[in-house]
């Protein structure tokens, strides 16, 4: 979990519990990538992984359908408009829009060197497939590769890439949709037919994620396939990780309403507590096929808001990531909810069998 959240310490215990702690490369420079496994090898002997988001400079090169070099070089129509719609924001909170810059491959490159240097055993990527060369490279560094999908279709691109494992994210998930532009997100599929489309079109292990806030869900998307959930929301409130503490509280604040899909923090859809930010600026937002992409300019525009909204403790426009589940959320070490997420998981297994079991006198 990207911005601060997946710290090292939460990794390492959820590794040390027997799950798999992933960190995030998002938004980080790579020394602190860098600084950031090593703390985490230091703190614990267990596998973890590294999440990288794909660049969407990147992601258009694999994509030739659409003409995306000349789009880049004109201003793009949303982005006026979007200015103009924030300057009340800048206002209120007494900074000005950040300056997106022309290309942001958020360090493609160097981290990818580093992740093969570093010999990482699971990389996963989110936001596009990543080239063939890539997961070649990272195979040989003896690294796991995974991709995030949301359709049948994002799927077959990454078994055609060589990827071994995929995340199927369904759209109760927190966070960023991790879906391939320049397409809008596949709809409204939730989770567990979205894991029926996509095992009938590929033949890799697939690793559940959006909304599983307890171990009976976690047990659902096992018995409907896949071979390990992923749980984002869930970890917040745990006091390893680096979340925010409004962001902690606020999860489980019945003062929120809820939670939706915007694109008015980055430019790429993402599902966020409503806070007023996202009930005035959502009509106003790029839409999610924005051509140039919105994302990440988006994010650097709105950046200098939500830290201010941070600083001065109040949550209105900050980015509150959180799944549909998030009131669920526990306030326990990270290690002791991986416990009790196991053993949910296994009690509501348990039940199940014994209610699919033929009657005695049968
Ligand atoms: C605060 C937060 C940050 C996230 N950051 C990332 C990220 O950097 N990379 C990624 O692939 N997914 C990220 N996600 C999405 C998760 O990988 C996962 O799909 C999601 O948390 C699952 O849904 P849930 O939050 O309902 O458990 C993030 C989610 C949250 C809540």
């Known amino acids: 979990m990207a911005g601060g ?34 703390e985490v090898r230091a703190q614990s002997a267990a596998p973890f992984g590294v999440n990288v988001f794909v660049p969407a400079d990147l992601t258009d090169a694999t994509d030739r ?37 022309a290309i942001d491959t958020d360090h493609w ?54 990827l071994d494992a995929l995340c199927v994210q369904g759209p109760e998930a927190g966070g960023h949709r991790g879906s391939f532009p320049p397409r809008p997100p596949a709809g409204e599929v939730g989770l567990l037919p979205l894991l029926a489309l996509v095992r009938d079109e590929v033949d890799v292990d ?9 171990g009976a869900s976690v047990a659902a998307v096992l018995a409907a396939g896949a071979c390990a959930a992923q749980l ?6 745990t006091p390893e990780s680096g979340a925010h503490a409004l962001h902690k509280a606020a999860l489980v604040d019945p003062a929120f309403p ?41 994010h650097h525009l709105t950046l200098p808001i939500r830290r201010a909204s941070a600083a001065a403790g109040d949550p209105d426009a900050m980015t509150l990531f959180a799944g549909q589940g998030h009131r669920l959320a526990r306030d ?18 348990a039940v199940m069998t014994r209610r699919l079991a033929p009657p005695a006198d049968a």
Request: glycine share 10%; aromatic share 6%.
């Open 206 to 214: 697939l690793i559940a994620a959006g909304g599983l806030m307890d």
């Open 109 to 162: 490159d160097e981290k990818l060197a580093l992740l093969a240097e570093e010999r990482v055993p699971v990389v996963s990527f989110t936001f596009g497939c990543p080239p063939g060369a890539v997961v070649d490279r990272l195979h040989a560094a003896g690294s796991c590769v995974v991709g995030t999908v949301t359709s049948g279709r994002e799927a077959r691109v990454c078994v055609d890439a060589g």
């Open 258 to 298: 809820g939670t939706t899909v915007t694109t008015a923090f980055t430019g790429r859809p993402a599902r966020y507590l409503v806070n007023r930010f996202i009930e005035t600026l959502d009509a106003l937002a790029p839409p999610a096929d924005a051509r140039p992409p919105a994302y990440p300019a988006v």
């Open 65 to 101: 359908s659409e003409p995306t070099e000349p789009a880049r070089l004109a201003e793009p129509a949303w982005l006026g408009g979007y200015r103009a719609a924030l300057a009340a924001e800048e206002r209120r909170y007494g900074v000005s829009l950040g300056t997106p810059p």
């Open 332 to 349: 326990l070490p990270a290690a002791r909810l991986v416990e009790v997420l196991a053993a949910e998981a296994a009690q509501a297994a």
């Open 5 to 38: 959240v997946s710290t090292p310490a939460l990794v390492a215990a959820v590794g040390s519990a027997g799950a798999l702690g992933f960190l995030a490369a998002g938004y980080r420079d790579p020394d602190g990538l860098r600084a950031d496994i090593r």
């Open 232 to 237: 984002g929301t869930a970890f917040l409130g």
